[in-house]
């Protein structure tokens, strides 16, 4: 069956970087483009950053750009998220997502950015 499942979250002074990984299984990951959302308790999910298949094309929201990178690695079906220079307003839960499977998210890692 389809899994998706987030790790890496945590705490992190501003400034700092985080390593987000999502896990995929149960689906073609390499056919699939992957796209990373965060949710802050109360806000609506927002996206945050795409990468189509292959890897070649990229998209970011405006506020995580220069400072965020989506990668993946479709031999061993997992996405990643390199976060730095992180800043309080990153807070949030951050999910994997993709479209087309069921279920097309993850469970969340929560990453709380704070002194």
């Known amino acids: 069956q389809v899994q998706l499942v987030e790790s890496g979250g945590g705490l992190v002074q501003p400034g700092g970087s985080l390593r987000l990984s999502c896990a995929a299984s149960g689906f073609t990951f390499s056919n699939f483009a992957i796209w990373w959302y965060r949710q802050v308790i109360g806000q609506e999910r927002e996206w945050v950053a795409?990468?189509?298949?292959?890897?070649?094309?990229?998209n970011y929201r405006d506020s995580v750009k220069g400072r965020f990178t989506i990668s993946r690695d479709d031999a061993t079906s997992t996405a990643y998220l390199q976060m730095d220079n992180l800043q309080p307003e990153d807070t949030a839960v951050y999910y994997c997502?993709?479209?087309?499977?069921?279920?097309?998210w993850g469970q969340g890692t929560q990453v709380t950015v704070s002194l």
């Open positions: 795409l990468m189509l298949p292959g890897g070649a094309v990229t």
């Open positions: 997502h993709v479209k087309g499977v069921e279920p097309g």
